[in-house]
């Protein structure tokens, strides 16, 4: 394998030197006694010499040869050989990687980097990182992390090393050259933008996050960041709510949730005209094809990020319950409260147009406010007009009269009972019972309330007379009218049942005395219509007693029995009925006495009574008559 053999003859003894011509050194060199010539042949090289002997060499295996040449440091001469041998890789790799210790052993480091470069894909990274963390060695660092990425096996440790680097020798060409181009990234991008905008480099930050949509990182660092100058920190905070403007309708809500309260603290007016096209008419941008869709936000979602900025929320929520006047009762509840907070600034005139469109809030049919909530708001801020509104709503009358009694207004006491007496007439009661308590002169109420209690009859002169008794100023004078009206109409009353009593008790006589008629003389019928059809009476007939007369078809169309005047049955169902109760009432009066004589406790036995119905007026309900 050699090229060259060369004898030098000197006083008998010849030196023998073989050269390996292509990979440029010399493999062999010894004397031997005189040469007489050299033989290559299988393999091996012998020597004859005048001696009559014969020497033979062979040559050493591959391996050896570069044992001899890394023991003389003698390493890119090793790395020909391996190349002219053909060695394996991995074998080279070996080679490169010892060539590289032992440069950087003799401090040759940009030489040993070349050598290390050369590992990659290979040789572990940290192997070689560890070497060169000194910062005197921070170049020859960086020439083997961009080795790294340009052969795309870097991760993100070895991303965010050589951006250190990079802003260590504050190499911004560098740095723009890896970060800032239109060539395809090989490193992570979000560990790029982490490491710059540690290391300051902003700029570098967010044009990896616009570039590559890493909305989160450009909107942190906008909003984020410490700003001293006041301009620029208003421009960034700009640029960040014109970039949510652009982003798509899910990502823009999910933003402004995040950074609304910095966003409104800086830029209320723009932040809140941002936040009414996302609860009405946003449309997306990133929609191309086709009409953009309109997608809409839930405005209660965003109420939250309004602290300390109630004048922004006030006309936010206004512009919310005008274009949706459908809105959740969680807007209206909260538009509400606005309006009736009150602070010590407040104007009274400012405070009366809030108090105005607060009653005008309530009063919206549209307005979907929870009631009871609206109604603790309007008491904690004592809205005089609206806790009166909302009472009515809700039907409490009850309420609004004590209300006015609390407050001591005679006059809306008694336009109160006047207003809802009807519905609640137990307000004239309670009415009576306040103004006999008071301790004003209320004649005149009292006479009033007296007035409307008599009409509706809501209780006997005795109650009435007990009632007033509490009130010292009330004298007999005061009430004189109301009881002789009362003993008037007793007495009328009493009169009117004598009468009806004589009259009933005419009737029964006329009753028994045509009972017995019926019984012992015949009845002649004389009806010559039927009562039904007021057609002439034709055969066959049906006649009754009731002096009514009908055909037989008639009859038979209008019931199905031919027992029973049908124009006379719903009468006589009803004084039945009557009867029927009668019996049985007399016989639960005398078991209810019994009981109640025998019991322990009276008072359950009437309560039982009470909740079966027994003491409850019967009222019987009719068919009316077709005659």
Partial sequence: NHDTKTLVRQGGVTSLAIYDIQNKFMAYSAPFPDIVDVVSEWGSLFIISTDNRIYRLEEKDTQTKLDMLFKKNLYQMAINLAKSQHYDYEGLIDIFTQYGDHLNSKGDHDGAIQQYIRTIGHLEPSYVIRKFLDAQRIHNLTAYLQALHNQNLANKDHTTLLINCYTKLKDVQKLDEFVMTDRELNFDVETAIKVCRQAGYNKHALYL???????????????????????QRQINFLEALEYINGLPFCDAESYLKKYG??????????????????????????????????????PEEFIHIYVNQTEYLLNFLESMVQAQPGSSNVIYNT?????????????PYAWQVREAKALDLLKNPEASYNLDQAMVLAQMHDFQAGILYLYEKAKLYQQILHYHMDHRSYAQVIETCKKHGNKDPSLWVQALSYFADSDDDCKDQIVEVLTHIDKQNLLSPLMVVRTLSRNSRATLATIRDYIVRRLQQDNEQVMEDERLVRQYREETEKMRAQIEELKTSAKIFQVMKCSLCRSPLELPAAHFLCQHSFHQHCLEGMTDTDTECPLCSSENKKVLDIIRHQEQQKDLHEQFHNQLERAPDSFSVVADYFGRGVFNKLTLVTEPSND
Wanted: charge should be negative.
């Fill in 209 to 231: 996050a616009r570039k590559y949509e890493e909305h989160d990182w450009f909107l942190k660092i906008h909003l984020e960041q410490e700003e001293k100058d006041e301009a």
């Fill in 261 to 298: 309260n910095a966003l409104v603290n800086e830029l209320p007016e723009q932040t809140t005209d941002l936040l009414k096209r996302l609860c009405t008419s946003f449309k997306s941008s990133h929609i191309t094809s086709g009409e953009a869709e309109v997608q809409r936000a839930r």
């Fill in 335 to 347: 538009l509400l409260e606005l309006y009736l907070h009150r602070d010590a600034t407040d104007k």
